[in-house]
């Protein structure tokens, strides 16, 4: 009995001091984190870009550590309706009143936000920590002492300007969460998402969701039209300098910069990636009992590719994971669009979904080969982003070698691109054949062409439809002028053979491309 004493309290010890080298390994991390950052971000000294850099390959040669998770539990036990009662005061911002084009207000940490970051200013090329202030906030109807906060940091940042009218600071650009950060241009209501960057995105392994650590914001001067924000990305296996020069208007745009190092092998690294949702449209409503014809805040992937050809890819909602790729050389861009600008077609007089922005990305270099994906994650409910886009190159990322990639992000009203008429519009799905003889072994796509004035070319057999599909059959295909839309409607009719096939359909004329490349992926 003695024996088994001794050998259970042996083994306890042999737990308490595994418990004890664990915590001491963990603190002697954090300990270690912490005198880097203070070493490679101290205070009042000259901050650029290329001192971001060096921060960022600096950060890449040590082992990641996890951000300290020190929030109060009066802020961490917040509820949805106790944490929006917290609210910035704006005359009490450290920009206001200062006739400055920009200003910055906070987001307070808690509830679902329970990582702070550090937001610097940067003043005559000098960076000076924002330090929490609890001052900025009313806190509502929540009872919270505040006394012990001094060094709790933001859960984000958002950054106004004065968008629609010289006398009222509109939100512009907000960053909020892990690598998050969402964008306005004039006349529009906050939708898609973009982050820094995408990591292993719908793969078994599982995704790693990097983190912006810290930013730094050039103050403005009184005139400037654009303002610079700097971040440090980490994550477990990479970490990345950015710089984002935002530039507002009608159509806002951010030019970007990010370099990357990895610190170990990474399967599949996002770039420039793009978050958005869709619940269902004119391709999906069946699907859905909704007062509401359509739902989401974007219709479709729009890319122009190496080859100056134009590929639109209706977004759907299926019932099983979608992963779609568009090899290419040297794209020449892509975005997420929301396309369908009708009230009529949303019937939703508070998401105001015709509102939502779209955004384009170009590359300013050459990115090589790869590919643009499109993830579609299956979704019941309007509050989850179940679509996701980016580019993936095609050379494998080696650790500790530094990456770069440039390109500009347009969130717009009007496609910066010139382009080719023959917008595709709307894409619709229903049993396949004709009326009073459908076959239900069959699917029929009906897609609407911008394409005006063309009545007589098709008539005349000028303009034809092309369609092909990758496995089963186009048992039917048939173009006409819609006298509706004033455009052209494609019907085609697809046997499937239970494999997945993608769908292609074109408008030419005199067998010139005269549309854009409807792209469909068909899932048995």
Partial sequence: MKKIYYNLLFFLLLVAFGLGVAFAIDFYNNYKQQQLFEAISAQNEIFDEQKLIAMAQNLAQHPYVAPQNNLPTSL??????????IRFIRENGPWFGKKLPFE??????????????????????????????????????????????????????????????KKYYDELISFLGASYFRALAQNQKYGISARGLAVDTALPIGEEFPIFREFWLKKPNRKDKSITIYALLDSPRITGAFTFVVTPGKNTIIDTNATLFAREKITKLGIAPLTSMYLFGENTKNRFDDHRPEVHDSDGLLVLNGNNEWIWRPLDNAKTLRISAFVDNNPKGFGLLQRDRNPAHYLDFEAFYEQRPSVWVEPLENWGKGWVELVEIPSIQEIHDNVVAYWVPETPVKPLEPMNFKYRLYWFNTL????????????????????????????KFVIDFDILNMQSEVKKGIATLEVSASQGKIVGQYLTYNPVTKGLTAYIDFEPNGQTSELKAVVKKNGKQISEIWSYQWLP
């Fill in 416 to 443: 910066p691109v010139n382009k080719i008429p023959g917008d595709i519009t709307a894409t619709y799905t229903g049993i396949g054949g004709v009326s009073g003889m459908l076959q239900t072994q069959q699917r």
């Fill in 76 to 85: 961490k036990n917040l509820n949805y309706d106790q944490y929006r009662d």
């Fill in 104 to 165: 910055i207000q906070f987001f307070h940490p808690g509830s679902l936000f329970q990582n702070s970051v550090t937001v610097n200013e940067i003043i005559h090329q000098k960076s000076h920590e924002i330090k929490y202030d609890a001052a900025y906030f009313d806190f509502g109807k929540n009872t919270i002492d505040t006394s012990g906060f001094n060094a709790l940091g933001y859960a984000g940042f958002r950054i106004h300007y004065p968008l629609n009218s």
